[in-house]
């Protein structure tokens, strides 16, 4: 069983910067698509971005494209989400999750079998 555990999460004013890492246990990491996904109160779990397991491949919601960067470290089974230019509205619990199955491109929610504990972005002045 995998275990994803995410840090970076806090509180910055609007316009700044938070990089979200996710470290992740086992030795096939760099096999399986991973994502980054966002929830508020009240409202389902929405799809931020992926990253493929070949990591060529990057895909983001279109609330954030141009804002926010996944990338993934393979050498320390990592994944990153660098936000820039953070909005009042990117606030939520973010949490980074792992295709449940290798080597498959997906970007669908129920796919993602493994998901961290999740962390709070507040952007707020």
């Known amino acids: 069983q995998v275990q994803l555990v995410e840090s970076g999460g806090g509180l910055v004013h609007p316009g700044g910067s938070l990089r979200l890492s996710c470290a992740a246990s086992g030795r096939t990491f760099n096999r399986y698509t991973m994502g980054w996904f966002r929830q508020t109160p009240g409202k389902e779990r929405e799809f931020v971005a992926a990253i493929y397991w070949r990591g060529s491949y990057t895909y983001y919601t279109d609330s954030v494209q141009g804002r926010f960067t996944i990338s993934r470290d393979n050498a320390k089974s990592t994944v990153y989400l660098q936000m820039n230019s953070l909005k009042p509205e990117d606030t939520a619990v973010y949490y980074c999750?792992?295709?449940?199955?290798?080597?498959?491109?997906?970007?669908?929610?129920?796919?993602?079998?493994?998901w961290g504990q999740g962390t709070q972005v507040t952007v707020s002045s």
């Open positions: 999750a792992r295709d449940s199955i290798p080597d498959r491109p997906t970007l669908t929610r129920d796919d993602f079998g493994s």
